[in-house]
């Protein structure tokens, strides 16, 4: 074989330290690239079907809303101090299916973001999870407190055990966008006047207590037994 030219052989070793340049500098565009920080609404995505997010038995007796946003600080303190209360004596016993419908309103810059990551943890077994963390932890990444709740969220998401990677692809491409405007569309079309708003039967009330919640839930459950087949009251 005949040894390559001087000069061959400097354009090739030259092709070589070109390559690993521009190699090291994709790898490093893609650690600095900056990361994202707010999602912002894309406006060119229809609004889908409202499906909600589901909790407990979807044939219980009692069907339950929730229209709510994860920024809107009446949400958060109904998720925390009367949520749990319905959840261990309606929902884990069968009597009530809560649907909880996304309403990320415009006043609230970092809702839209939150209402993503929520519904992004979905995909992977974790709304309920994440919904519950975006409430408890509302002064750690509402607007007053953070231009970049994303890495307040990654970190949920991190504790969570999810796939992080194809979390953050999902919210930063909007994946779920067209359910969450469908739910919001569906809040809209029951004329709902705030956050958070709860459908109880035929009933449609504002943020209310567990015994307030409960006499609701009570009378609803009371009318189901009354159009019930026979055996099934």
Same mark, same amino acid.
């Given at each position: 074989?005949? @040894? ?11 092709? +070589?330290?070109?390559?690993? +340049? ?11 690239? @900056? ?12 609004? &889908? ?26 949400? =958060?303190?109904?998720s925390t101090i009367t949520e749990p209360d319905i959840r261990e004596r309606f929902i884990k016993? =069968? ?53 970049? @709740? ?26 779920p966008a067209a359910r969450i405007k469908g739910n919001r569309e569906e809040g809209m079309r029951?004329?709902?006047? &705030?956050?958070?708003?709860?459908? *109880?039967?035929?009933?449609? *009330? ?6 307030q919640f409960k006499a609701l839930v009570d009378t609803a459950l009371a009318a189901a037994k009354?159009?019930?087949?026979? &055996?099934?009251?």
């Open positions: 074989m005949t @040894p390559p030219k001087p000069e061959s052989a400097r354009r090739f070793v030259g092709t +070589i330290v070109l390559a690993a +340049i521009v190699g090291a500098g994709v790898l490093g565009y893609a650690v600095m690239r @900056p990361r994202a920080s707010v999602i912002t609404v894309d406006p060119t995505i229809p609004a &889908g079907t409202a499906e909600g997010h589901l909790l407990g038995d979807p044939l219980a007796p009692v069907q339950v809303m929730e229209f709510g946003d994860f920024e809107c600080p009446h949400c =958060g303190d109904w016993t =069968g009597i009530v299916a809560f649907r909880y419908f996304d309403v990320p309103l415009s006043g609230f810059k970092h809702s839209y973001t939150a209402h993503l990551a929520a519904s992004c943890a979905e995909e992977q077994g974790k709304f309920w999870e994440m919904h519950d963390k975006l409430y408890a932890t509302q002064p750690t990444w509402r607007e007053d407190v953070t231009n970049d @709740p994303m890495s307040v969220f990654r970190k949920f998401a991190t504790g969570f055990g999810i796939d992080v990677a194809k979390w953050e692809d999902c919210v930063v491409k909007q994946k029951l004329k709902i006047q &705030g956050t958070p708003t709860f459908v *109880i039967g035929d009933k449609m *009330i504002g943020a209310v207590n567990f015994d009354k159009t019930a087949p026979p &055996g099934k009251k």
